[in-house]
């Protein structure tokens, strides 16, 4: 039986959901995030300080604290109990106690300690302020010591900071190298909002063809050819979205780019089919789109958790491994980041995407839906007419 001439336009007009999940609801999204995350470098952190001992050499390590890019010294506090207070109260995200006589501790060598307290639930924040604290410490220890060589004479400057610091360190950071946390995450977000735009809008292309053509009018006596045909046309839309968070951020931003764009277009096509696959899938279960609609947020809810671009994937554990492995994007940031970062040849690339065939298990289980559901309504009209 033949669908009826009803236009894919004018689906999408009478649908206002679908027609938002196509146009100006991602993108308002993919601002969203970027506008969070725009400021790119941490810098001026709040911390406090308590300063027992209120000399000269605490007041320089206040000022070198303070100094550092990372954090800002916001304010001294009296006691240890009004700090804690401060902190816990989210006013400020560390605080350091300098102790009593620590200038005559310090110059009597009896290694006075600072103590450093700061929030280590927000994990980032807290490596941040941990790097900060023991650089700026470790500045006015390595100051102390070349002051002390030179005093006790016979040394130049360079012999004398020889001995305050024998090993010096060199790290050098590699493919994000002002660790630009736009850079970091957004760059991970945004494709784990795509995922989620894809398997959302294909739900809702198909609800809402459903809804104006009829099962049997809509799909026929070909289902899988019509599929196809309805799907064809959005996927140009979801194609021209993920060129264009490409483009805005290697070509707008110009984050560095080390590979090929052509080799992460291929990538993306991939994801997409995959992604349109598993809509159809949750879809086809029920019939409904409310239902599949939960399918789909239960599935694609750990995208970003799940890609390894925050916590490592070697460090994760079974389950959520297997769940990682299921999710198209995942696959999809294994080429990102091998292109962008690492400008791998496109053959390695390419291997991260062999995991994807699997997909090819929901879609006959699609075809097969479809059938089972087409042939109820057939079986359906048949009794009415026999009766």
Not at 198 to 219: K, M, Q
Not at 248 to 271: C, D, H, K
Request: proline letters at 4%; hydrophobic letters at 50%.
């Amino acid at each position: 039986m033949q669908a009826r001439p009803v236009s894919q336009m004018t689906i999408v007009r009478r649908d206002k959901w679908l027609l938002s999940s196509l146009t100006w609801l991602p993108v308002v999204l993919v601002i969203l995030v970027w506008a969070i995350f725009s400021k790119g470098i941490v810098r001026d952190l709040p911390i406090g300080v308590v300063d027992l001992d209120r000399g000269k050499l605490s007041g320089e390590l206040i000022r070198y604290y303070d100094a550092s890019s990372s954090m800002a010294v916001k304010q001294h506090y009296p006691s240890v109990a009004s700090a804690k207070q401060a902190l816990i109260s989210g006013d400020i995200y560390a605080y350091a106690v300098v102790p009593y006589h620590f200038e005559q501790d310090t110059y009597k060598h009896l290694s006075p300690q600072v103590s450093v307290f700061y929030n280590s639930q927000m994990i980032l924040i807290g490596k941040i302020l941990s790097s900060a604290f023991l650089q700026a410490q470790g500045t006015l220890n390595a100051q102390l010591s070349t002051v002390e060589n030179l005093a006790k004479g016979g040394a130049t400057f360079a012999s004398a900071m020889g001995k305050a610091v024998p090993i010096r360190t060199q790290i050098t950071s590699l493919f994000n190298k002002n660790s630009n946390y736009a850079q970091f995450l957004v760059s991970a977000i945004v494709p784990a909002l795509w995922q989620i735009v894809i398997v959302v809008s294909t739900i809702l292309i198909l609800s809402a063809n459903l809804r104006d053509r009829g099962l049997t009018h809509w799909l026929g006596t070909h289902a899988t050819r019509n599929l196809i045909m309805t799907l064809a046309p959005y996927s140009w839309v979801f194609a021209v979205q993920g060129w264009a968070f490409l483009c805005w951020f290697y070509l707008g931003f110009e984050w560095p780019m080390n590979g090929s764009f052509i080799t992460l277009i291929i990538a993306q096509f991939f994801t997409m089919i995959a992604c349109m696959v598993m809509g159809c899938l949750f879809f086809f279960l029920t019939l409904d789109a409310a239902r599949a609609m939960s399918f789909a947020g239960a599935f694609t809810a750990p995208s970003f958790a799940f890609m390894g671009i925050t916590f490592p994937v070697t460090d994760m554990n079974t389950l959520a491994q297997i769940w990682r492995s299921l999710l198209p994007i995942s696959h999809y940031i294994e080429v990102q980041v091998g292109q962008v970062s690492y400008g791998e040849a496109w053959t390695q690339s390419m291997t991260h995407l062999i995991p994807m065939l699997g997909y090819c298990l929901p879609l006959v289980m699609v075809i097969g839906l479809m059938s089972i559901h087409l042939n109820a309504i057939h079986s359906s009209h048949s009794t009415k007419g026999t009766q």
